[in-house]
């Protein structure tokens, strides 16, 4: 499956993104995804996760309440409604799918196929 990302940018503290993941190449509702982020110096970090059939997700205790992960399996694309953005948001968002064993719970770790990455800048 290929991945890519789209919607990043500069945004003040406060505002909001939607970030979009556009699957291609395989049937995209056997896959759980995920978004994770990295920033300079520091280890790549699950955001958050929702399962093959969606429903089930999995949210970093930094993002919960603020940040929701969906997905449009018609369309074969992930989003990550950013709101209440902080300038810790600041990183390189990446889109991750997981081949499933269970379509109905989210991943807990990252699957082998990775997006380029949207970068995501808050300013304070």
């Known amino acids: 499956v290929q991945l890519v990302e789209s919607g990043g940018g500069l945004v003040q503290t406060g505002g909001s993104l939607r970030l979009s993941c556009a699957a291609s190449?395989?049937?995209?509702?056997?896959?759980?995804m995920g978004w994770y982020r990295q920033s300079p110096g520091k280890q790549r970090e699950l955001v958050a996760a929702?399962?093959?059939?969606?429903?089930?997700?999995n949210y970093a205790d930094s993002v919960k309440g603020r940040f929701t992960i969906s997905r449009d399996n018609l369309k074969s694309t992930m989003y990550l409604q950013m709101n209440s953005l902080k300038p810790e948001d600041t990183a390189v968002y990446y889109c991750?799918?997981?081949?499933?064993?269970?379509?109905?719970?989210?991943?807990?770790?990252?699957?082998?196929?990775w997006g380029q990455g949207t970068q995501v800048t808050v300013s304070s």
């Open positions: 991750n799918a997981q081949l499933s064993l269970n379509f109905f719970r989210a991943p807990v770790g990252p699957g082998k196929f």
């Open positions: 190449g395989s049937t995209f509702d056997i896959y759980g």
């Open positions: 929702i399962a093959a059939r969606g429903g089930n997700t």
